[in-house]
């Protein structure tokens, strides 16, 4: 998500507006309120003219804000209500950005309710899985991110490969990554995910591929490297490949360490081509 200056101010507004919201709630309210904000998120994505009158930084914030209050006073409740005041009367830099922005502020209240509920690894382990399970299916991916394909076939897809497999949270955070596709691949939206569940543990992901199985040991001895190269907590999300042949291969960010077999003999062939 790229923000311009105006919108990054209004994200900041709104995510102090969520988290004083939130203040003390318990998990159901969080999960509440982060779908009705993802809800109004879907309906702004929807109605253009309603999305530029919402975002018309033209217009005085109080008739914004009167603007929300009156088609939402009654389907929502009170404290998204007051977590859209602060949206709608800050000022974005475009109608898109503050759509963008308040998908954001949703996700947040979602994984809010995953970090009281004690099931913030699980989440992002879940979200994990899911991005590889999509990741290995390009059929899949295909249909998920298919910009003519309904929001509901879509919707009905996910829950019929995921519903009751994975937390509440994951099942709904997963959803909206697809329903906003729009034609871009669904596995980086997902891989954000996983970095966002990742920093509320306050760590850094690995997506480690390996060509077998690591043990315990072995993980809490590659984590605990990683956590001296990098100076921060690292969370290990690992992956097989036979196709390997031995080794791993890790990459943090844009970074890629590739201690794998088929790595050294590609960069073997590579030299050998230079000589």
Same mark, same amino acid.
């Given at each position: 998500m790229t923000l311009h200056a105006a919108s /990054?101010?209004?994200?900041?507004?709104?995510e102090r507006s969520l988290g004083e919201v939130l203040a003390g709630a318990d998990p159901t309210v969080s999960v509440s309120v982060g779908?009705?904000? @993802? &809800? !109004?998120v879907d309906l702004l994505d929807r109605e253009i003219g309603l999305r530029r009158a919402v975002g018309d930084s033209s217009v005085a914030p109080e008739s914004r804000q009167g603007l929300v209050r009156r088609l939402f006073d009654g389907k929502l409740g009170e404290q998204a209500l007051k977590v859209l005041d %602060? !949206? *709608? +009367? &800050? /000022?974005?830099?475009?109608?898109?950005?503050? !759509?963008?922005? @308040?998908?954001?502020i949703g996700r947040s209240a979602l994984l809010t309710a995953a970090e009281k509920a004690g099931n913030i690894e699980t989440v992002e382990s879940q979200l994990f899985q899911v991005a590889r399970i999509v990741a290995g299916a390009p059929e899949?991916?295909? *249909? #998920?991110s298919a910009p003519a394909a309904p929001a509901d076939a879509k919707r009905t897809l996910v829950r +019929?490969?995921?519903?009751d497999k994975v937390d509440a949270v994951t099942e709904t955070l997963v959803e909206q990554v697809v329903r906003r596709a729009k034609g871009r691949g669904v596995g980086n939206g997902l891989d954000k995910l996983v970095a966002l569940a990742a920093e509320r543990r306050e760590r850094s992901v690995a997506y480690v591929t390996s060509a077998n199985a690591l043990t315990d040991e072995q993980r809490a001895l590659l984590g605990t490297k990683l956590d001296g190269i990098y100076g921060r907590p690292i969370a290990l999300h690992v992956e097989i490949d036979p196709a390997l042949g031995g080794g791993l291969v890790v990459r943090v960010g844009d970074e890629v360490i590739d201690g794998? %077999?088929? +790595?050294? @003999?590609?960069? !073997? /062939?590579?030299? #050998?081509s230079r000589a």
């Open positions: /990054r101010e209004a994200l900041d507004l709104a779908d009705e904000l @993802l &809800s !109004v %602060t !949206v *709608a +009367g &800050s /000022r974005w830099s475009s109608p898109r950005e503050l !759509v963008d922005g @308040l998908e954001s899949l991916e295909a *249909a #998920l +019929g490969l995921f519903a794998s %077999t088929s +790595g050294q @003999l590609a960069a !073997v /062939r590579r030299t #050998l």
